[in-house]
Antibody
Framework: ALLVQSGAEVKKPGESLKLSCKGSGYSFSDYWIAWVRQMPGKGLEWMGMVYPGDSDTRYSPSFQGQVTLSADMSITTAYLQLNSLKASDTAIYYC?????????WGQGTLVTVSS | DIVLTQTPLSLPVTPGEAASISCRSSQSLLDANDGYTYLDWYLQRPGQSPHLLIYTLSHRAPGVPDRFSGSGSRTNFTLKIRRVEAEDVGTYYCMQRLDFPSTFGPGTKVEIK
């Protein structure tokens, strides 16, 4: 299984952003895709997950309402949308396949929010 | 949310020696319905994405050397490295997925002495 994420982004406060995570090498529709945030120099935070087969989503309460997860099975791609960006959204965002544990990870997307 | 704590937070190690990391959970991670304990271990090498080492308490992920082992029960868990190698440097995280949302421990940074 391979997950390839979109490239680094620099945004201004208040802007929106949609990150992508393209899966290959496995049946994309059959596994949850989780999203994990890592703020600069900090640990891992589980944000939520999306099931591409039926677009079911589960959000951590800490991120509910702040992000939107989606997936397009036809192009084997999952998305993380971040709205009304703040400086505190500056982080690396990882997608990962959930197969029991998170057994395959993307390379991460660095998001920098700065005026 | 289930809270995971790890000790130590920093671990200097000598190559060839054994190392051990502890992870404690605020509640049992044993699923009474199926008997599995939903605790995983991840390694994040410097500048890299995390990768899975151990899943469901004690199962090594494919390709993980057998010097890594996971053990424990209910709320106390241990990751052991039988003989540390230079490539084992990085930050180790435990993660629970019994309860929603999944949560990670704060991480243990392993470095070579």
């Amino acid at each position: 299984a391979l997950l390839v994420q979109s490239g680094a982004e620099v945004k201004k406060p208040g802007e929106s952003l949609k990150l992508s995570c393209k899966g290959s090498g496995y049946s994309f529709s059959d596994y949850w895709i989780a999203w994990v945030r890592q703020m600069p120099g900090k640990g891992l935070e589980w944000m939520g997950m999306v099931y591409p087969g039926d677009s079911d989503t589960r959000y951590s309460p800490s991120f509910q309402g702040q992000v939107t997860l989606s997936a397009d099975m036809s192009i084997t791609t999952a998305y993380l949308q971040l709205n009304s960006l703040k400086a505190s959204d500056t982080a690396i965002y990882y997608c990962a396949r959930k197969s029991g544990g998170l057994d395959s990870w993307g390379q991460g997307t660095l998001v920098t929010v700065s005026s | 949310d289930i809270v995971l704590t790890q000790t130590p937070l920093s671990l200097p190690v000598t190559p060839g020696e054994a190392a051990s990391i502890s992870c404690r959970s605020s509640q049992s991670l044993l699923d009474a319905n199926d008997g599995y304990t939903y605790l995983d271990w991840y390694l994040q090498r410097p500048g890299q994405s995390p990768h899975l080492l151990i899943y469901t308490l004690s199962h090594r992920a494919p390709g993980v050397p057998d010097r890594f082992s996971g053990s424990g029960s209910r709320t106390n868990f241990t990751l052991k490295i039988r003989r540390v190698e230079a490539e084992d440097v990085g930050t180790y995280y435990c993660m629970q997925r019994l309860d929603f949302p999944s949560t990670f421990g704060p991480g243990t940074k392993v470095e070579i002495k």
